[in-house]
T-cell receptor, first 113, second 117 residues
């Protein structure tokens, strides 16, 4: 079991460019979560899928951010027109069923210059 | 909304001494939230340390304990004798116990524990 896999580990983009972050949950896990971590805000919930369906996206910024889960083996977080304030570590997590423990990936560190 | 407060950003303790990391929460859900401690060891991903879903109960793991105190809305993490290998960042978290958001974790800011040899 390789755990939750996030790629790339580091991504550098220029202001205004698009960034796509990938997450491969643990096989068989039905829930996938995205979080953002910064020094100032700490760990912030972004969005959550269950059985590939979006359940709660209350933490997603209304503009420029979108998340998809086209199949059970991966999810993507896309940020359009990246801004310096988007710089953060983006964490993906998965869990087997509702209210079970979350398994986190190592995260993708996004740096927007 | 729901929130978790950790008052110490960093704690330094000598090896074999006792530890307490404070955590309080605020929950607006109808039922009581589930409470967690997650830990990130150097070079590793965030992982569950312990979980308690029933008010009044105690959770324990790796020598750490935390008691769900609904009156004080607290979930402090304690250990009687820390080791250097306990050096890590510790996060208190809750999940609202209602509706479709029941699985969403809300985290505190984290507390960096440094254990001196």
């Amino acid at each position: 079991n390789a755990g939750v896999i996030q790629t790339p580990r580091h991504k550098v983009t220029g202001k205004g460019q698009e960034a796509t972050l990938w997450c491969e949950p643990i096989s068989g896990h039905s829930a996938v979560f995205w979080y953002r971590q910064t020094i100032v805000q700490g760990l912030e919930f972004l969005t959550y899928f269950r059985n590939q369906a979006p359940i709660d996206d209350s933490g997603m910024p209304k503009e420029r951010f979108s998340a998809q889960m086209p199949n059970q083996s991966h999810s993507t977080l896309k940020i359009q027109s990246t801004q310096p304030q988007d710089s953060a570590v983006y964490l993906c997590a998965s869990s087997l069923v509702s209210n079970e423990r979350l398994f986190f990936g190592h995260g993708t560190k996004l740096s927007v210059l | 909304g729901d929130s978790v407060t950790q008052t110490e950003g960093q704690v330094t303790v000598s090896e074999s001494k006792s530890l307490i990391i404070n955590c309080t929460y605020s929950a607006t859900s109808i039922g009581y939230p589930n409470l967690f401690w997650y830990v990130r060891y150097p070079g590793e991903g965030l992982q569950l340390l312990l979980k308690v879903i029933t008010a009044g109960q105690k959770g324990s793991s790796r020598g750490f304990e935390a008691t769900y105190n609904k009156e004080a809305t607290s979930f402090h993490l304690q250990k009687a004798s820390v080791q250097e290998s306990d050096s890590a960042v510790y996060y208190c978290a809750l999940s609202p116990n209602y509706g479709s958001s029941g699985n969403k974790l809300i985290f505190g800011i984290g507390t960096l524990l440094s254990v001196k040899p």
